[in-house]
């Protein structure tokens, strides 16, 4: 049922590292039909940090998607698995552009998280530094 796949990531999300084999599981999550469902599976990834790095290619997908919270939940995450989500470079640097500052502000704060392999992201985090009217983007 719903709740039943709800509750399941949710619990996922509690106990952190030790599930890692689990990730596939969140990653099939993230594809769900009811969007709270993939909101929290997007959302346990991130909590569990580089114990996530097998869903990366998932979220960068996410960090395309038109919904209020997914791209957002997706930046956040890619941010927490830091260096293992260095593949996701070039869809956080065109997450910069994304109308919502909140995931702007995860976008680039991913993009520090992911360290040297964010280095072609430079000149667009500048660009974004010098021109976002959101402070917390700024």
């Given at each position: 049922?719903?709740?039943?796949?709800?509750?399941?990531t949710?619990?996922l999300k509690?106990?952190?590292?030790?599930?890692?084999?689990?990730?596939?599981a969140?990653?099939?999550?993230m594809?769900d039909?009811?969007v709270?469902?993939?909101?929290?599976a997007v959302y346990?990834?991130?909590?569990?940090?580089?114990?996530?790095a097998?869903a990366v290619?998932?979220l960068?997908?996410?960090l395309?998607e038109?919904?209020l919270?997914?791209?957002e939940?997706?930046a956040?995450?890619?941010?927490?698995?830091?260096?293992?989500?260095?593949?996701a470079v070039?869809?956080?640097?065109?997450?910069?552009?994304?109308?919502a500052f909140?995931?702007?502000?995860?976008a680039a704060?991913?993009l520090?998280?992911v360290?040297p392999?964010?280095?072609a992201?430079?000149p667009?985090?500048?660009?974004?530094?010098?021109?976002d009217?959101?402070?917390?983007?700024r």
């Open positions: 049922s719903m709740e039943t796949r709800r509750v399941a949710e619990a509690r106990y952190g590292p030790a599930v890692a084999e689990e990730v596939p969140l990653v099939q999550a594809t039909r009811d709270l469902v993939r909101r929290r346990a990834a991130g909590e569990l940090g580089p114990t996530a097998a290619h998932a960068i997908d996410i395309k038109d919904d919270w997914l791209p939940y997706a956040l995450g890619l941010g927490k698995i830091g260096p293992a989500a260095g593949v070039p869809a956080l640097t065109e997450a910069l552009k994304n109308p909140l995931v702007r502000r995860n704060a991913a520090g998280k360290g392999a964010a280095k992201a430079v667009a985090l500048r660009a974004r530094v010098s021109n009217l959101e402070v917390e983007v």
